[in-house]
């Protein structure tokens, strides 16, 4: 990567809940290797095993155009069709992404028994919210090799893991304090090859990265920019929560949400066209 030197995500294994909160809680991401050892995810969810499990299931990909993701170019397919494509096709030639996707745990309930909350991430927002105004978590994205989402911090300030089942993601990510520079400098640069002679103080920006390979999960705390792309077909599993550090933050957007989604299913009732969604998480 000419001209752009990133850091390295740490990785732990065996790490205490104890070090856990000393060293990264708030602070900065980790990825914990031996975190999802006794899922049964692990094999279960390898895209072979989804097809074969859950192949007749539909699902929505999402079209990717000029560098974003177009909701006009969202098609409904099925998983075992979807999976055979992207076995076989990379983004350039086949830019859909199986992403953010919850139906799967509701048509398919036994998934629910195969990976557990990790110890880290005890989710306040079950605990302060009933179940039915809670936005759906955690999520499923499946996508070809070279999927992209671009450079964003994740909503309402939450934190979020991802534990990556099957292929490997790279992974650029910024801390909080770069997001305005980001934001009004190059938020569109692709941090795997930025273009230097367009954004010359890039070279300044302080980011580390990481190949996140099947077995492993990452950690990120509320407000680091990140960026991903897939290496391979790719099956990952994330959730976004709420912990000490982003109490108000996801109290608010939690609570705008709850009215939006209200506002979309009365206004649908009512024939009307509901608002569009903007609260998507990228990963």
């Known amino acids: 990567m000419s001209g752009v030197t990133y850091g390295q995500v740490e990785r732990r294994r065996g790490l205490s809940l104890k070090d856990f909160k000393r060293e990264y809680f708030n602070r900065k ?56 494509k992207i076995l076989v096709s990379d983004f350039d030639s086949y830019p859909y992404y199986g992403r953010d996707n919850f139906d799967i745990f509701k048509q398919h309930k036994e998934m629910w028994d195969d990976f557990s909350e990790p110890k880290y991430c005890f989710d306040w927002f079950r605990v302060i919210f009933p179940s039915f105004m809670l ?57 795997d090859n930025p273009d230097l002679k367009r954004y010359p103080e890039y070279r300044k920006v302080k980011a580390i990265e990481c190949i996140l390979g099947a077995g492993e999960t990452i950690i990120v705390p509320r407000g680091w920019v990140h960026w991903v792309t897939s290496l391979d077909p790719t099956v990952s599993l994330t959730h ?39 609260d998507r998480k990228y990963v």
């Open 135 to 191: 936005r759906p978590g955690p999520r499923l994205f499946i996508g070809p090799k070279g999927a992209t989402t671009n450079l964003h911090q994740d909503m309402w300030g939450t934190h979020f893991w991802l534990s990556q089942l099957d292929g490997r993601k790279h992974w650029v990510l910024y801390p909080p304090d770069e997001y305005e520079f980001l934001r009004s400098y190059c938020w569109d640069i692709r941090p």
């Open 29 to 84: 991401p980790v990825i914990v290797e031996d975190l999802s050892e006794s899922w049964k995810a692990r094999q279960n969810w390898t895209l072979q095993s989804l097809k074969a499990r859950f192949g007749d299931s539909k699902i929505l990909a999402y079209g990717y155009e000029n560098g974003k993701y177009k909701d006009s170019l969202t098609r409904t397919v099925t998983l075992g069709e979807y999976i055979d």
């Open 240 to 278: 976004n929560y709420m912990g000490p550090g982003n109490f108000w933050p996801c109290i608010t957007g939690q609570l705008r949400w709850t009215l939006s989604t209200l506002k979309s299913k009365t206004m649908s009732r009512n024939g009307g066209t509901p608002p569009r969604k903007m």
